[in-house]
């Protein structure tokens, strides 16, 4: 039995916005591209990697094993086993405690583990249509939503969720906010000063006419977010 892992190296792709500049990526896509960046930087080939373990929430649609169609975008072969983990927010980390599980149990040496989303990509779908309807308007669901932002239990959206809990808390609203405004905020300066350069791997956007473009910045930062502009959200 191992004693320990030891996490060598990690990478990310910039994070895009809802239809943003990564919208024609698939969480698998964007997940290769960061796989394959952290074996570079770490000098690990891909012939070396024994197991994959891949978060993602957002799965109808994606095809078997998202996991599995990273492995294979960042060139590690199709006999490497790979597990998709959804453990909704928490997916991602899990993957790593289970790599650490893996790796402590003497199972194996060499894991890559990690998240991977593409809101953009994640489909609606029509509930009871094998049955079909014969008469009025049928509900389309946004998987985005009912798998991802609801709360299937109390079947309320995760935002009313968390006021709730908060409330209970005492963690106001304008806590929040000022809590939120100020994530934004440090975020737009730590990325002005290269902060996350070093983390980040470019991708490389295809265009209809000339040469790729490469995204590098991460889109959903708004650097004039302040709590009072949040607090007329409703």
């Known amino acids: 039995m191992s004693s320990g892992s030891v ?3 990690g990478a990310r792709t910039p994070m895009g916005r809802l239809l943003g500049s990564l919208k024609d990526f698939t969480a698998a896509q964007l997940g ?21 373990i891949m978060g993602q929430v957002l799965q109808a649609g994606a095809g078997q094993i998202p ?30 405690a ?7 149990a003497g199972e194996v040496d060499v894991v890559v583990a990690g998240g991977q989303e593409s809101m953009t990509n994640a489909p609606h779908y029509l509930p009871k249509s ?22 299937i ?14 409330a209970k808390r005492g963690i106001t609203r304008e806590a929040q906010d ?16 290269g902060v ?18 490469e995204f590098a910045d991460d889109e959903g930062i708004r650097a004039d977010t302040t709590a009072q502009t949040l607090g007329k959200l409703r």
């Open 196 to 213: 996350f350069a070093e983390e980040i791997v470019k991708v490389r956007i295809p265009q209809r006419k000339g040469d790729p473009i």
């Open 67 to 96: 996991a599995r169609q990273a492995a294979l975008e960042a060139g590690i072969g199709f006999d490497v086993p790979a597990l998709t983990i959804n453990k909704v927010c928490l997916s991602g980390l899990d993957a790593i």
């Open 178 to 193: 000022e809590f939120a405004a100020r994530s934004h905020q440090r975020a737009a300066l730590a990325q002005k000063n």
């Open 7 to 9: 996490i060598v190296a």
């Open 130 to 151: 094998r049955e079909g309807y014969k008469y009025g308007a049928v509900e389309v669901l946004d998987s985005m939503a009912y798998d991802g932002l609801t709360d």
């Open 32 to 52: 290769g591209i960061a796989i394959k960046g952290a074996l570079e930087r770490a000098g690990v080939a891909p012939e070396q990697v024994q197991y994959v």
């Open 153 to 166: 239990v109390q079947k309320i959206p995760m935002g009313e969720a968390t006021d709730k809990g908060n």
């Open 98 to 104: 289970l790599a650490d599980q893996l790796i402590r």
